[in-house]
Nanobody, 118 residues
Framework: QVQLVESGGGLVQPGGSLRLSCAAS????????MSWYRQAPGKERELVAR????????NYADFVKGRFTISRDNDKNTVNLQMNSLKPEDTAVYYC???????????WGQGTQVTVSS
C-alpha cells in the first residue's frame, strides 16, 4: 500500500536546524511532484516547498526562502527538507505530499512535529 513516512522532526532552539525526511513506497515515486506542507495550531495547512517529479526547479513559500531547501532522490524514493535559521513561527506539523500532475492523484504522510522554542 501507499506510504509516506516523515521523520526528523523535534524540538530545536531558534536559529537552529533540522532535516526532515520522507520515505515513499507503494507508488511510482519518480512520477510524482513532491511537496512539504505545514499546519500550525489554529491555522490552515500551507505549502512550504515543492520539487517536480524529475527534480530541478523548486518552489518555496516566501516565508522560508533562503532558509529551507527541498531535495529528492528518485533512486531512494525520498524527499528531504533542510531547515536552517529556524524561527518560533516555523513551529507546526510538517506533512509530506505526493501529487501526480497528469491526474492530480495525491497522497499525504501522517506528519511530523517541529517545535522551535528556547
Amino acid at each position: 500500500q501507499v506510504q509516506l513516512v516523515e521523520s526528523g522532526g523535534g524540538l530545536v532552539q531558534p536559529g537552529g536546524s533540522l532535516r526532515l525526511s520522507c520515505a515513499a513506497s507503494g507508488f511510482t515515486f519518480s512520477m510524482y511532484a513532491m511537496s512539504w506542507y505545514r499546519q500550525a495550531p489554529g491555522k490552515e495547512r500551507e505549502l512550504v516547498a515543492r520539487i517536480p517529479s524529475a527534480g530541478g526547479s523548486t518552489n518555496y513559500a516566501d516565508f522560508v526562502k533562503g532558509r529551507f531547501t527541498i531535495s529528492r532522490d528518485n533512486d531512494k524514493n525520498t524527499v528531504n527538507l533542510q531547515m536552517n535559521s529556524l524561527k518560533p513561527e516555523d513551529t507546526a506539523v510538517y506533512y509530506c505530499n505526493a501529487r501526480r500532475i497528469i491526474d492530480l492523484r495525491t497522497y499525504w504522510g501522517q506528519g511530523t512535529q517541529v517545535t522551535v522554542s528556547s
